[in-house]
């Protein structure tokens, strides 16, 4: 199938079938489709926790609306992202980088100066508000690579950002939950299954601007 095919199979499933387990190196390709996407300057800003513990799943429902997809999934993806940016967290990622390209350290460093002058004067909500944004692109190849798998997902926002936050001790890895994606199997008798996908029509989506 084309990834278009994929993307007309794949639906936010509502119903999961608690009895079918994803093999974890399923699950592996669908984070390593999320590590792989691109981030701004190439920061890699978000992170993924990877949680198949029924206990905590059922604590986390209770801060989500009590909605039951997060404990009847098979794997539930938090994403994550960096409070704040700092010295430290740009010139880590660009000191691995020249690392792993055998390049001298600091050899981008007129572009680190650049990247911490723009964002370290920055508040920590406006810092967030970027970081954030990173973690949704890697939300839409996470998603993509489940459906190519044939693995259903359920992108969520719908839960007490501060309360998951202090459930998983974020504040403390510097880090504050930004989405969850639940990955198992539909359940047969999940009612938006057998709906057609419906979106706007392309005339209405797409306008070219070519001339």
Same mark, same amino acid.
Not at 152 to 162: L, R
Not at 167 to 174: T, W
């Given at each position: 199938m084309s990834l278009i095919d994929d993307l007309k199979w794949r639906y936010a499933t509502k119903k999961y079938d608690p009895s079918l387990i994803v093999e974890e190196e399923d699950v592996k390709k669908i984070v390593e489709a999320a590590r792989l996407a691109p981030t701004s300057s190439g920061l890699?800003?978000?992170r993924i926790l990877v949680i198949k513990?029924?206990?905590?799943?059922?604590?986390?429902?209770?801060?989500?609306?009590?909605?039951q997809a997060i404990? /009847?999934?098979s794997h539930l993806l938090v994403f994550v992202a960096w409070d704040r940016y700092t010295e430290d967290r740009i010139d880590a990622i660009y000191d691995y980088t020249t690392d792993e390209r055998d390049l001298p350290r600091g050899r981008f460093g007129s572009y680190t100066d650049k990247l911490k002058g723009i964002y370290l004067p920055q508040t920590s909500e406006e810092n967030f508000a970027h970081?954030?944004?990173q973690a949704y692109i890697g939300l839409g190849f996470a998603l993509a690579q489940a459906a190519e798998l044939k693995i259903?997902?359920?992108? +969520? $926002?719908?839960? /007490?950002?501060?309360e998951l936050d202090?459930?998983? /001790?974020?504040? $403390?890895?510097?880090?504050?939950?930004?989405? +969850?994606?639940?990955?198992?199997y539909r359940d047969s008798e999940d009612w938006l299954a057998p709906m057609k996908k419906v979106r706007n029509p392309m005339k209405d989506f797409a306008t070219k601007l070519y001339e």
């Open positions: 890699q800003q978000f513990n029924k206990e905590l799943q059922q604590k986390i429902v209770s801060i989500a609306y009590d909605q404990v /009847d999934c970081t954030a944004r259903d997902s359920t992108p +969520m $926002e719908g839960f /007490d950002n501060a202090d459930l998983l /001790d974020l504040k $403390e890895k510097g880090m504050r939950s930004v989405l +969850m994606l639940p990955l198992g």
